[in-house]
């Protein structure tokens, strides 16, 4: 089986940045693209567990409304899910308003 720790920082990495570098005002394939690319992850995100925690999440949450407004909105959706993840987990939750710092413009010296 996968190492779901590793798996999961890297799928982070992954979905952050690529929500940090969705246009502010995407096209409709963009759109739905991202689309497609959110929806398939709870049927084939490779830990069981986590998959379905997320179907479930995305039912209460969906995507549709942060993906139609574009980057700004599908960060903070995204920040949420993963927040949802952390705090299941035990984690610390992370301030929404750290996202384009973190995963797009660096932090500041
Ligand atoms: P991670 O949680 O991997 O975070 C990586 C970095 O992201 C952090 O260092 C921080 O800089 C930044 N970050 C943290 N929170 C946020 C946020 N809210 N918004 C933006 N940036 C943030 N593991 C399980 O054991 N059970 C599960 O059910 C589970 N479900 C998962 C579902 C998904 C969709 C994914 C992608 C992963 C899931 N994981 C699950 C893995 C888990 O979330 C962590 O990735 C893993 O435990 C490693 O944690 P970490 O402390 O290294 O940091």
């Known amino acids: 089986p996968?190492?779901?720790e590793r798996l999961?920082?890297?799928t982070w990495t992954f979905l952050h940045t690529t929500a940090?570098?969705?246009p502010p005002q995407p096209s409709?394939?963009?759109k739905s693209s991202m689309l497609g690319?959110?929806?398939a992850l709870p049927t084939l995100y490779p830990c069981g567990v986590c998959a379905d925690h997320l179907g479930q999440?995305?039912?209460t949450h969906p995507p549709?409304?942060?993906v139609e407004k574009?980057?700004?909105a599908l960060e903070g959706w995204l920040c949420n899910v993963h927040n949802e993840v952390n705090e299941r987990l035990g984690k610390d939750k992370f301030n929404c308003a750290n996202v384009p710092q973190r995963w797009r413009d660096g932090w500041a010296d």
């Open 2 to 4: 996968p190492d779901v």
């Open 8 to 10: 999961g920082r890297h």
């Open 20 to 22: 940090s570098y969705f």
């Open 28 to 30: 409709q394939h963009q």
């Open 37 to 39: 690319l959110l929806r």
């Open 57 to 59: 999440y995305m039912k």
């Open 64 to 66: 549709e409304a942060a």
């Open 70 to 72: 574009g980057r700004e």
